[in-house]
């Protein structure tokens, strides 16, 4: 039997909510799934006012606001939302040259941002620490992650199969981390791409091959295997047996 750590919740132990706000259609849904995946609820607006509206009935823990909006910009939708609630995290997406931007979100009480164009883990990173000071989570919260006689510790990296540890690289360790976070789940390369190396990476599926390579050289060897080449489709990682 699997298990994965819990995603962060909500003190009544329910899902963490996302808004992710922009314009740009292919954005928002890339950033929408690598927000899903780690197990949090995502709304999504494009303007101004629908960000507003969906605000007020959402309640999200969290919001990526984009700087430039059609309706009226991201340091508006920010007043308009403290206004709701005082509190509410925000993290800005602004363009890579606009200091003024940058400087101006944070004056007017944004909690960080992040510079276009930008990695899909760097933003999930920073919501996640964001959630982490502003949620109170749910006490069954854990820095575990359990796949069948697997664990990772994703607090103190320490890897340990059947009771053996496992030294593994940093790259390694993220590579194993994103497989244990879906179990039983087949994720493609372009998948682990952008979760481990970021989307602009340039398209190079090799590395992911590579990598997976010494994972099992180390997870698997003299073992039952855990870590499975699905043809066409991806890798998947399961409890052996």
Avoid: C
Wanted: glycine share 6%; net charge negative.
């Amino acid at each position: 039997m699997s298990t994965a750590a819990p995603a962060l919740k909500r003190p009544d132990g329910s899902n963490v909510r996302v808004l992710v706000v922009d314009d740009e259609s292919n954005l928002t849904e890339l950033l929408s799934m690598a927000l899903r995946y780690e197990g949090w609820d995502i709304k999504t607006a494009a303007t101004g006012n629908s960000a507003v509206k969906t605000a007020k009935e959402f309640k999200p823990d969290a919001v990526v606001l984009d700087m430039m909006l059609p309706d009226f910009d991201g340091l508006e939708v920010l007043r308009r939302m403290r206004d709701e609630d005082p509190t509410l995290p925000v993290l800005f997406l602004t363009a890579r040259d606009a200091v003024e931007d940058r400087v101006a979100g944070l004056t007017a009480g944004g909690d960080d941002y992040v510079t276009k164009p930008f990695s899909l883990e760097e933003v999930v990173a920073r919501v996640r620490a964001l959630l982490r000071r502003s949620v109170q989570l749910a006490e069954e919260e854990t820095s575990l992650l359990a796949v069948g006689d697997l664990t990772l510790d994703e607090d103190s990296h320490e890897v340990m199969r059947a009771g053996t540890e496992i030294n593994l690289t940093a790259t390694e360790f993220e590579l194993l981390r994103f497989l244990m976070r879906n179990p039983k789940r087949v994720l493609s390369k372009a998948q682990i791409l952008d979760r481990v190396w970021h989307y602009d990476f340039g398209g190079q599926a090799n590395v992911v091959e590579l990598y997976i390579s010494y994972l099992r050289k180390k997870i698997d060897a003299g073992r039952e295997p855990m870590i499975h080449t699905m043809r066409g489709a991806g890798y998947v990682l399961k409890p052996a047996g």
